[in-house]
């Protein structure tokens, strides 16, 4: 493909054929291609009142309509969650569950209100659920099937959401996902690809199949007409019933009883105590910015802040942002930041985590100490600083009180100062494959995010803990990183993105490109990313590539380089002079609207 670079500040992007000798290093830049039948126009736009930006077309147009209808954010932001699910099903879906930040000027508080609506342990699992009789794990137990399945909290948390904050009614709110699952849409290509992908899985069920398969029994491809009535059904009375409709009645009894048809886990009873946690973000400074992302369970935001606090000193912009330096000491802070999530990150309601450690600079720069100027960190490396002795606990409120590539990100922001960020999930494609007969509920495999045991790696190669085992009514961990950058109060940039551990890398690598060397936002979205989590001892970077000098000095320094698709997709929005400028991540499917 061309290789194509950025010239100064302009951001011009062109041919290198014309210009390769004549660009100094450090301004070289490979970014990748627009994804195939997608428009730039589409990708990118700037406004003043609203601008939503999704990775599903009919979810952004639905949360502009409502909107235009005299919505809010919230609104907005509650249609786009609803309309994803039935647009997205590999991605999220009512089965699912994510996170969420909103920072809402409103409130006047000096941090985002941070939500948790991730999924969690039905009461009678435990640590050893996913092991046979000699304590070895049990091949796609964790994966596929019933077992897999967390106790969802996607309709709990967006319905509290929008009962506190929204100005519509409910059933105003999710009017287009209920009209778009009754009378379908047809079959794009990331879809068909996880349909592909799960073809067994979803011929093992009958209700799964009914709905992703053809008449012939066949798995539906793209361009065919994907119908879901039995999920507009639930939809409509979720809109009359809220909560209610979800965790009670019908549609409860329609999931334990097929819990218990499949000798799974899940109960009433854990249907009844699931609840939305409030929970303090994790908030770091950067050079001038605020950043606040998400805290555990999530180790999104934990790592985010630490790889910004390992680099801050090494004025990376003076390199530029594709300069070896620059990526060998970027892929050095995630090993080391990877390395401490396997160790210390899990649940905050179950097991202690060294929050204020992880995320100080003290620790981070003891972390810098150790890494090479010049030299990839070896395999047998492992990050041997302390981050509890740099976590004394005070009175603050801000103390600490693997999802697929499908999993899906969308920011809203308004022109009150308003941004919400969202990260939601099923985990892997399609979830644990399990649909509920007569819901059209596809049921998430988040138990896999858990540590089967300790040592053991997951879905997304992530090394699991001790901290991260199996308990009930915990919520497992995850790379999730809905995050806002503010600045004196105000916010100036909201991102996040899908794609399992690679999503704190990619958010991370966002913010420094916008911030640090002060490339465009779509530019700073569309530059080729690296990615590293400490094992396996490789350095991926995207097919688009990196100046060939750097792929050259990088090997020089031991790196083990893999070229290869990250799945990332980053759905973000800044704000610049009073304009909301809306770029949805060039790489897959998405939609930008707003005035």
């Avoid at 060998?328 to 390395?339: D, G, I």
């Avoid at 204020?356 to 990839?376: C, H, V, W």
């Avoid at 399990?434 to 997304?460: C, H, Q, R, S």
Wanted: charged share 25%; with cysteine.
């Amino acid at each position: 493909m061309k290789k194509i670079y950025m010239l100064g500040c302009l951001a011009t992007l062109v041919s290198c054929s014309a210009f390769k000798m004549s660009v100094p290093y450090e301004k070289e830049i490979h970014y990748v291609k627009l994804a195939e039948g997608q428009k730039k126009e589409d990708h990118e736009k700037v406004t003043k009142k609203i601008n939503i930006v999704t990775q599903g077309s009919f979810a952004t147009k639905a949360a502009y309509k409502v909107f235009k209808k005299g919505g809010n954010i919230i609104d907005a932001a509650t249609t786009a969650s609803f309309v994803l699910a039935v647009e997205r099903p590999q991605s999220t879906g009512l089965g699912g569950g994510g996170f969420a930040l909103f920072h809402d000027v409103k409130r006047n508080k000096d941090f985002p209100l941070t939500v948790d609506f991730r999924e969690k342990a039905p009461l009678n699992a435990h640590e050893k659920m996913f092991l046979d009789e000699k304590g070895e794990v049990i091949s796609r137990m964790s994966i596929d099937g019933i077992f897999s399945a967390g106790v969802p909290g996607m309709v709990a948390g967006m319905i509290e959401l929008h009962q506190k904050h929204g100005k519509l009614p409910l059933s105003v709110v999710l009017e287009d996902a209920i009209s778009l699952a009754r009378n379908g849409f047809k079959i794009y290509p990331e879809l068909a690809y996880a349909i592909s992908r799960r073809e067994n899985i979803i011929k093992r069920y009958k209700a799964t199949c009914e709905i992703f398969c053809d008449k012939k029994g066949e798995v539906l491809k793209e361009g065919d007409l994907l119908v879901q009535k039995d999920l507009s059904k639930t939809l409509e009375i979720i809109s009359k019933k809220g909560r209610d409709g979800f965790y009670k009645g019908k549609i409860a009894k329609s999931l334990v009883k097929e819990h218990r048809r499949l000798n799974g886990l899940m109960t009433q009873k854990d249907l009844d105590k699931y609840n939305v946690k409030y929970r303090s973000p994790i908030r770091g400074d950067y050079n001038g910015y605020e950043v606040f992302s998400m805290s555990p369970p999530s180790s999104g935001g934990v790592h985010i802040i630490q790889i910004l606090n390992i680099l801050r000193n090494d004025k990376l912009s003076t390199y530029g942002v594709q300069h070896s330096k620059t990526v060998h000491l970027r892929a050095s802070a995630m090993q080391a930041a990877f390395s401490d999530r396997a160790k210390y990150l899990g649940d905050t309601d179950f097991i202690d985590v060294p929050v204020m450690g992880l995320t100080s600079k003290q620790y981070a720069d003891d972390i810098r100490f150790s890494i090479p100027e010049n030299k990839a960190l070896n395999s047998l490396w492992s990050n041997m600083n302390d981050p509890f002795k740099f976590d004394a606990k005070n009175d603050s409120e801000l103390v600490h009180k693997y999802e697929s590539p499908e999993t899906t990100h969308f920011t809203i922001a308004d022109g009150e100062g308003n941004v919400f960020v969202s990260t939601q999930t099923l985990n892997g494609y399609l979830g644990s494959g399990v649909v509920v007969p007569g819901t059209g509920i596809l049921l998430n495999n988040e138990m896999d995010d858990f540590a089967t045991k300790p040592g053991a790696k997951n879905l997304f190669g992530a090394v699991g803990g001790e901290k991260n085992l199996v308990q009930p009514e915990k919520r497992p961990l995850s790379s999730m990183s809905p995050t806002i950058v503010t600045k004196d109060g105000k916010a100036v940039l909201g991102l996040g993105s899908p794609s399992g551990t690679r999503i704190l890398t990619c958010v991370v690598q966002t913010v420094m490109n916008y911030l640090d060397h002060k490339m465009p936002l779509y530019e700073s979205i569309a530059a080729t990313r690296v990615h590293h989590q400490w094992k396996p001892n490789v350095l991926y970077v995207e097919e688009s590539g990196l100046p060939a000098r750097t792929i050259k000095e990088l090997k020089r320094m031991e790196h083990e380089i893999e070229f290869k698709k990250l799945g990332c997709r980053v759905q973000a929005i800044s704000m610049e002079d009073g304009k909301l400028h809306g770029v949805s991540d060039p790489r897959g499917r998405g939609l930008v609207l707003g005035e």
